[in-house]
């Protein structure tokens, strides 16, 4: 569906309009979140940014004149205000103290997401998706096959040949 069409139909509040969002644009949002927090949050934190950035959608879509840059704004800035609630949490109760990570090892950590990340991105479209809704999202075989009009057997052999690709990708750049 048409950006426009999506957004007027999210201001007219058709219920339907929002699983039409979250279809078209989870993949999306779940990049750019995963982007920003990488490792650095709980699946369920994660989830949360990912449910708010719709809610947020939703609440303000009066509001929106371009629903793809609202959603990665949004979706960044959800993603940046939880890492902050979280670290700030941890330092109150002091969690932070024990197995506190050193700077370098923080660092070296986002920078293998980011690798990791730009390595699955540059697999393209569909597997691209396919890769962040089963080993992120943590969805089905069967669901993502038939939410992408693949079959399943498609879909496996599509994770088994990007597995693949990301070996080599990253054995070549002395990562894995």
Known sequence: MIDSVLLERLKRRKESSVEELIHKYKSYVTAIVFNAIGTSA????????IQDVFVS???????????????AVTAKNTAINKLRYIKEAAELT?????GEKTPEEVVEGKEMTAI?????????EPDCEIFFRYYYNGEKISDIA??????????????KRGKEKLREYLLGRGEA
């Open 42 to 49: 709980s699946k369920e934190d994660i989830e949360e940014v």
């Open 57 to 71: 959608v939703w609440n303000h879509a009066e509001d929106i004149n371009n629903l793809k840059a609202y959603i």
């Open 94 to 98: 002091g969690m932070e103290k024990s």
């Open 116 to 124: 990791l990340y730009r390595a699955i991105e540059a697999l393209g």
């Open 146 to 159: 038939k939410e992408l009009g693949l079959k399943d057997a498609t879909v496996k052999s599509k994770m």
